[in-house]
């Protein structure tokens, strides 16, 4: 069947953006049933959830173009695990004290 070949990219990416978006709903519903709640209002949470898809949208654009450019399985999949750990990078550079508290529930 003659498809383009950006449309396998294309739907490579964009499955893991669907995946992702319900990895953060389902995240999201945990927290609820737990008794996690914010004091955030609505747009304030479209605009969070908008971010994190526009992160994974770049993050996994950046991997398939680096998997594309690699000669070997292996030579791609060594990129894919240097992306895994950006996330865990972030949180070293941010001092405690300005997180905000987080109340139990009663």
Known sequence: M???RSTVLWGHV???VVSNAIS???IIL???IMGIRSSAGVMSRLVVAGILILFT???TRI???AELSAKTVEGASVFSYLLIFLPFISSAF???E???KIEAPK
Do not use: C, E, G, H
């Open 63 to 65: 991997a398939a173009l």
């Open 94 to 96: 941010v001092p405690t």
């Open 24 to 26: 953060i709903i389902v």
């Open 14 to 16: 964009l499955t893991s």
């Open 98 to 100: 300005s997180m905000p």
């Open 57 to 59: 949208l770049a993050l």
């Open 30 to 32: 945990a927290a609820l």
């Open 2 to 4: 003659p498809i383009s």
